[in-house]
């Protein structure tokens, strides 16, 4: 399966630790994304990178999120001090450069904290 | 501002009857278009994608969905039908000149009753 791989898929951790997921995208792809999706809600963006560059933080990437690709193939997305309201799932996605390729979806990492 | 209204949080139908899920967007330029579907414990699967081609747009599964410009809708049908098909649908609005982010709507779940 040569899709959009996220790992870990489930972490339950306690409030206050610090919690990483990796996400391996399409090998082909420059692009990669991270989305957070709670409980009967849609997606929403975090951020976005080209290549290793960070282009796009939304608002709701607060200073406890930090994303990086360093060189430019994976992703970890970071959580400091792990809040209740931080249990979701978050999604990666990848896509090849140009305006309206195709966004691939991983199957997503679900975080519960207790 | 982009901005995607789905219409119906639920819809139920029979199997072997038709499907409608309705989305409505909002967008300042010549927005891309997309249904996605996500099963129970799945990442997203993209269904169709729209980007200025033609306004009937076929998709995987027998999904098909119209733009109407006029009506900034972009609804989701189906002639048939299938079990297969309960599932979380997901309207999604790109507007490339607005940034890279895919706004989602908060989704319609479809069940199939036999």
């Known amino acids: 399966d040569t899709g959009v791989s996220q790992n870990p898929r489930h972490k339950i951790t306690k409030r206050g630790q610090n919690v990483t997921f990796r996400c391996d995208p399409i090998?082909?792809?420059?692009?990669l994304y991270w989305y957070r999706q709670t409980l009967g809600q849609g997606p929403e963006f975090l951020t976005y990178f080209q290549n290793e560059a960070q282009l796009e933080k939304s608002r709701l990437l607060s200073d406890r999120f930090s994303a990086e690709r360093p060189k430019g193939s994976f992703s970890t997305l970071e959580i400091q001090r792990t809040e209740q309201g931080d249990s979701a799932m978050y999604l990666c996605a990848s896509s090849a450069h140009g305006a309206g390729n195709t966004i691939y979806f991983g199957e997503g990492s679900w975080l519960t904290v207790v | 501002a982009q901005s995607v209204t789905q219409l119906d949080s639920h819809v139920s139908v029979s199997e072997g009857t038709p499907v409608l899920l309705r989305c409505n967007y909002s967008?300042?330029?010549?927005?891309?278009l997309f249904w996605y579907v996500q099963h129970p414990n799945k990442g997203l699967q993209l269904l169709l994608k729209y980007t200025s081609a033609a306004t009937l747009v076929k998709g995987i599964n027998g999904f098909e969905a119209e733009f109407k410009k006029s009506e900034t809708s972009f609804h989701l049908t189906k002639p048939s039908a299938h079990m297969s098909d309960a599932a979380e649908y997901f309207c999604?609005?790109?507007?490339?000149?607005?940034?890279?982010?895919?706004?989602f709507g908060k989704g319609t779940t479809l069940s199939v009753s036999s």
């Open positions: 999604v609005v790109s507007d490339p000149q607005a940034g890279t982010a895919l706004i």
């Open positions: 090998s082909e792809h420059n692009r």
């Open positions: 967008s300042s330029y010549s927005p891309s």
